[in-house]
């Protein structure tokens, strides 16, 4: 019972900080109920036995990522963001297709099947630790993909330097 | 096999590298294209050696088309009469390919004109390897293009341009009758394949075809059409009229494709068909009265045309016929043989009057000439030993090819009789004007200005080089058909016999003599008159002229046939191109078309284009719908 | 125990308010932090369906998730910094240089 109350207060917070990051008016506002929100699916993760996923979620998503939006934000001149409309004029468009996809995605959950379990049990996994498990895996079966995420990273920092250079 | 395969490949390599890096190769084409066809020369000779050891080739090597019971391959027929054409066709064009370094050496399109070429020698020679119709019909057509594209080498100027137009529009008349030919043997044989048609030919005997009310033999029909063909590329009447225009190209061209080779293409298929057209008399007497008469016709022209170039193309004409009229009378080895010693005399005659262009300064006109023996003697003696050769004087290669046809002709009955005394006929006319470009442009004295007097040299080695070794083949391609009578065996008509047969002979080795002794007669009639006129008496060709002067009129204008086919083809169709397509089709219908389709579409697009209004919310908006509807889909799809 | 139904709708809800944030917002910051948004939802899907089915996998491709969204992020903020530069605005329907 204890997890379930856990995870119901989890779900309304995170879907309050969803939405209070796609109304705010200030860009910085938005960046810092995402920044609690990420620490929240942080937290999530730790629920689901994914430690080391928990670890970089908030080391690259909280710590990087979003303190790259925060930069971009001073870089840029926001005085009259405060005094613009937000939304586009059709916005009850959007939230009509909005809901539409989650309902959809809700009616069509309760008809999953699950598949066959794999061999990577809770206590398999504790026996090596969770960093390990999916180091492994990474390095041997998934060494070509992970390769190839090397590759678009690389292609990110290229771009956005040729992007972003002054002319 | 390999070998076999390359012969047509290395020219086919040599048209590729030359006319995709033509600018990076430029002036070193030759450098390309001459190995090519010299390794195919050799290849030729080994499948000589190879036939002669009794290797005969019928192989398919790549299935083309395949669809429903209609099967095409590439394959490659290797027999006594391919190789007769492997070696006449890969010796002339590797002599033109050595020529044309010299006499293309200033041109601006010296690597065009190296690939292109290349490119006829593939052709040929898939026409003439080709173990079924359709690749003969492949290479019959590819040759036809590159003969187009050779005639207009100098598309800048508008006769040249005009005389490929001309030949390729006069050759889709015969060709279409060829083609209407391959279709009719496959509706009636189910197949294209040579092995297959002459087995299952004799079986069509007797049957008719109704077409239109009328019932033809089929045999005939067949055949018939299959002659339309050679009509057009041999250029036999009445579609003759584009060979003496096609010597608008340049010279090298004349000789290899409008006297050698290409023209040949049309008695080669007759030979090649032989088992089809030996079982139509109808059709066979028809091919000998068109070649018979051709080759009188052409001649009587020669007699009078002041154009160098354009004599020796009526003089082609005269000789196609000759080899046509030799398959009409069922000599097939005769008509093969003396395509096999024309090649190299009329190559080298073609070879030869590019040399004296070349010293002209392209003066074609044999009026304006005389006296260039004292100034090109390697061109003159080539030259004249050509033209002995082709008057028939013996011991020269035209002289037992020429005698071959007409004792055969002499042998095929009354009709025969008829044909052959017309041959002679012919022989003596040969004589006449070959002898007559002689005395007029060798022998006197120079008729032109003192500036083109002071030009005449003689051409380069590369040049005579080419005319000498021809000069062996002209005087001594024929001393391998020498008939019995003569103590000869006859080695070419044996070796061909596999493939074409023997010719019945029913006369007697007097009546060979005879035969031989008019036509000798004949041609040293022919060359006196030719000295009598234009050496010893120069008036009298000018009384004679005079004297008739509607005969030689008409003979000027060459029948007037291309007067006949403007009035009777060329105005109606422009005609009715200028009125009917232009304005009418064109003007009407398909600019209506052409205007309203697109001002719908335009009006349409006006409304549509409102969709795209640059927002990217908007366009998200539509991926997102989208994505809704695929799920949707997907999850009725599986709750199903 | 929390059945894997309800981290998806979890996710799907999170899902769903990314894309409205995408569609509906006027500023190119907040439409690309709304792209994070549900590029997170995702992982947290995967990351249930991994647990449930005790499989890796899952998780090794949200390693590759969380990659590709550094990349977007990095790009898009590039993007986002040159446009602001050449043309001084950061709203969407102020950009409509493809219009029909």
Known sequence: MTPKIFFIYFAIS??????????????????????????????????????????????????AIMVLFLFVIMMLNLKEEVVAPRFIGEWPIGVALGIAIITMIIYSVFTIQPGPVGEHTIEAIQKTTHAKAIGSLLYTKYIFPFEIASLVLLVAVVGAIVLAKKR | MLN??????????????????????????????????????????????????????????????????????????????????????????????????????????????????SLFTFSMLMLVMSNNLLQLYFGWEAVGLCSYLLIGFWYEKKSAADAGKKAFIVNRFGDFGFALGILLIFVSLGSVHYADIFSGVGALQ???????????????????????????????????????????????????????????????????????????????????????????????????QNDIKR????????????????????????????????????????????????????????QKMGGLKKYMPATYWTFLLASLSIAGVPGFAGFFSKDEILWLAYNNGALGKVLWASGTLVAALTAFYSFRIIFLAFHGKFRGTAEEEHHLHESPKVITIPLILLAVGAVSAGWIGIPAAFGGANHFAEFLAPVVGHSAVTASHTEEMMVVALSIAAALGGIGMAYLFYSVKPCAPLILAGMFRKVYRLLWNKYYIDEIYDAILVRPSKWAASYLLVRVTDG????????????????????????QSGNLQHYAFGMVAGLFVILTVIFIAVSR | MVPLSWYICLSAVIFGIGGIGFLVRRNVLIMLMSVELMLNSVNISLIAFSHYLQDLKGQVLVFFVITVAAAEAAIGLAILVALARNKSVLHTDEITEMKG
């Open chain 2, 4 to 117: 076999y395969v390359l012969i047509p490949l290395l020219p086919l390599a040599a048209f590729a590298v030359n006319i995709l890096f033509s600018n990076a190769i430029g002036r070193r084409a030759h450098l390309i294209a001459l190995p090519a066809v010299a390794g195919s020369f050799l290849l030729s000779v080994y499948a000589l050696i190879g036939v002669q050891a009794g290797t005969i080739i019928n192989q398919d090597i790549y299935s083309w088309i395949v669809s429903g019971s209609f099967k095409a391959s590439i394959g490659f027929l290797i027999d006594q009469l391919t190789v007769v054409m492997l070696i006449v066709v890969t010796s002339i064009s590797l002599l033109v390919h050595i020529y044309s370094v010299g006499y293309m050496h200033d041109d601006d399109g010296y690597a065009r004109f190296f690939s292109y070429l």
């Open chain 2, 588 to 611: 009407r219908i398909i600019e209506g078309i052409v205007n309203g389709v697109p001002s719908m579409i335009k009006a349409f697009g006006d409304r549509l284009r409102k969709l």
């Open chain 2, 206 to 304: 007797g049957r008719t075809i109704n077409i239109a009310g009328f019932n033809f033999d089929l045999i005939t029909l067949i055949a018939l059409l299959l002659f339309c063909g050679a009509v057009g590329k041999s250029a036999q009447m009445p579609l003759h009229v584009w060979l003496p225009d096609a010597m608008e190209g340049p010279t090298p061209v004349s000789a290899l494709i409008h006297a050698a080779t290409m023209v040949t293409a049309g008695v080669f298929m007759i030979a090649r068909f032989n088992p089809v057209f030996t079982l139509s008399d109808t059709a066979m007497a028809v091919v000998a009265i068109v070649g018979a008469s051709t080759s009188l016709f052409a001649a009587t022209i020669a007699l009078v």
């Open chain 2, 311 to 366: 004599i020796i193309a009526y003089s082609t004409v005269s000789q196609l016929g000759y080899m046509v009229l030799a398959c009409g009378v069922g000599a097939f080895g005769a008509g093969v043989f003396h395509l096999f010693t024309h090649a190299y005399f009329k190559a080298l005659l073609f070879l030869g009057a590019g040399s004296v262009m070349h010293a002209m300064a392209g003066n074609v006109d044999i």
């Open chain 1, 14 to 63: 995170m879907t309050f900080m969803s939405v209070m990051v796609i109304t705010r008016r200030n860009p910085v506002h938005s960046v810092l109920w995402m920044i609690g929100l990420f620490f929240h699916i942080a937290a999530v993760y730790l629920f689901l036995n994914a430690e080391f996923l928990a670890a970089v979620q908030i080391i690259l998503y909280a710590g």
